[in-house]
């Protein structure tokens, strides 16, 4: 089995995922579209949604000892189980939940900037705003020196050697993102881990995962981060909640929790059983797809191998969508396209692809594929969510960010390439 191209899901498999999302082919107002912002905000799964919603009818606490407290409670404490067991790979740490992922990301940052000695920081160039300005903002109020480690525009990615290259005896915190949220390029966490430990052990290495958690398996005990950080909306759930793994080091420092609760208890008030019982259901989703591959009844197990097999299917997509067929050009092929960090190999990328088409804003290309009914994200140089990440990977004037997902087909693919070859040759 060669798995360097991906691997593809049999037509009947991708209709029966996309079945379990809602409005996966059209808009319940624009009418039939292809929804290629699952970056921006992924696909919903109808189970994650359902179940949100099921649990918010009920008025009870789950924090009471009668029968729907205790129920709605069970949510909290397994979904909590799963979440570090399962998602994270984590064998000890603890979790932090907020209403969004960014804000746990600036609580990790001040939380170990509070309490870990140095004189700097180091994060990278490529990063989210949410995790550069945490890092900013902190490195400011504590009279800390930001140093920012620049990209391979070739690869898009970090590399090790770079961020090595900042650390010191010194360092407090290095912060750097799994994968670009524009390029798709997957960082080489394991590399620089390794790279930056070897100059000092006990440094703390925190990494956002929001991009990067739809399509591999976060691993935090392998890797050995002190926190991650995702955003169930992105990973087909739901809005209105954030998650963090922290590792046992970084849960003992003091932070803001109800005294008289366990120390690596993170919640202040009562958690929202929904948001636990939503995540479960894309746990149960992810399995499912296992199960089509391996005989097993361990949980843990299937969700490895359906989110290997997921992995593999937008592998297979992304090179799909950058060689296309003879009769249909892929975007390599396409005259007038260019293709931010795009390698030869597609091993190392997420299913997300940031192009430009000559001779056009990236803001008016964004516009015509909408026009035509395809949903992207134009990340333009003026946004501050993109400026300082796009002219990083060499891309002045912007990109647009074209990211399908693991239940879209070869014939989605082939429909926005034949809408991209429309625009290219106008």
Do not use: W
Request: glycine share 8%.
């Amino acid at each position: 089995m060669n798995e360097t191209k991906g691997i593809l899901f049999d037509s009947v498999l991708v209709q029966e995922l996309k079945n379990q999302f809602f409005m996966p082919n059209e808009d319940p107002r624009d009418g039939e579209r292809l929804f290629f912002d699952n970056s921006g905000g992924s696909l919903r799964l109808q189970k994650a949604v359902e179940v949100k919603a099921d649990l918010e009818r009920y008025p009870d606490c789950p924090e009471r000892d009668h029968e729907r407290g205790l129920t709605l409670k069970a949510y909290v404490q397994e979904g909590t189980k799963e979440l570090l067991d399962i998602v994270f790979n984590a064998k000890s740490g603890a979790l932090m939940s907020e209403l969004t992922a960014s804000q746990c990301m600036f609580q990790i940052v001040d939380l170990i900037m509070d309490n870990v000695e140095g004189t700097n920081a180091v994060v990278s160039v490529l990063e989210h705003p949410s995790a550069f300005d945490a890092m900013q903002f902190h490195c400011k109020k504590h009279g800390r020196e930001l140093r920012v480690a620049q990209a391979n525009k070739e690869t898009g990615r970090i590399d090790p050697d770079e961020v090595a290259r900042l650390v010191d005896q010194n360092t407090c915190l290095v912060s750097i993102m799994s994968a670009s949220n524009i390029s798709g390029s997957v960082m080489d966490m394991e590399g620089i881990v390794k790279a930056v430990r070897a100059i000092k052990p006990d440094i703390y290495i925190i990494s956002d995962a929001v991009q990067h958690a739809p399509h591999m398996i976060m691993d935090v005990e392998t890797l050995g981060l002190d926190a991650m950080n995702f955003a169930p909306y992105k990973f087909f759930s739901v809005r209105g909640c954030g998650f963090a793994y922290v590792s046992d080091r970084v849960a003992h420092m003091p932070h803001h929790k109800i005294i008289a609760k366990d120390p690596k208890v993170f919640e202040l008030g009562t958690p929202a059983p929904g948001n636990f019982a939503a995540m479960m259901a894309v746990v149960d989703y992810v399995c499912s797809i296992g199960k089509k591959f391996i005989a097993s009844e361990n949980r843990k197990e299937l969700y490895y191998e359906g989110m290997k097999r997921i992995h593999l299917q937008e592998r297979a997509l992304l090179h799909y969508m950058l060689e296309g067929t003879k009769e249909i050009p892929g975007l390599r092929h396409i005259p007038g396209v260019a293709i931010s960090a795009d390698t030869d190999s597609v091993e190392g990328r997420d299913l997300i692809a940031g192009i430009r088409i000559e001779g056009m804003d990236v803001i008016e290309l964004g516009e015509e594929y909408q026009r035509r009914g395809v949903t992207t994200a134009a990340r333009a140089a003026t946004s501050i969510y993109s400026k300082r990440i796009v002219e990083a990977l060499g891309a002045d004037k912007g990109l647009v960010r074209v990211s399908p997902m693991h239940c879209h087909g070869t014939e989605d693919i082939d429909k926005f390439l034949n809408i991209t070859k429309e625009i290219a040759t106008r």
